[in-house]
């Protein structure tokens, strides 16, 4: 069973950063992407930044410049390094990671860690 734990959620001001963590239960290599989503209150979640195979990153056109995500495939660790934070940036935030399995792709979710920005 795959466990996604996310950390380093918080409360901060604009233009401050946060770091977020996520630690897998098992080794990384075996997903074949993972990235963070975010929720605000009343809108649906969305992508904010992934990893896929071959290590080709992907970010949403709102964080593109402030935020980076990287893994540590020793640590078997995802994080998302978010700077000059906006309040709009107010959100769970949760770690998701896919994982090829025959035909299907079966994606798993942490918990989510709350994100608020204040202005």
């Known amino acids: 069973q795959v466990q996604l734990v996310e950390s380093g959620g918080g409360l901060v001001q604009a233009g401050g950063s946060l770091r977020l963590s996520c630690a897998a239960s098992g080794s990384i290599f075996s997903f074949s992407a993972m990235g963070w989503y975010r929720q605000a209150p009343g809108k649906q979640r969305e992508l904010v930044a992934d990893i896929r195979s071959g290590g080709r990153l992907n970010y949403a056109d709102s964080v593109k410049g402030r935020f980076t995500i990287s893994r540590d495939n020793v640590k078997n660790t995802l994080y998302l390094q978010m700077n000059s934070l906006k309040p709009e940036d107010t959100a769970v935030y949760y770690c998701?990671?896919?994982?090829?399995?025959?035909?299907?792709?079966?994606?798993?979710w942490g918990q989510g860690t709350q994100v608020t920005v204040s202005s």
């Open positions: 998701a990671a896919d994982r090829v399995v025959v035909m299907a792709t079966l994606k798993y």
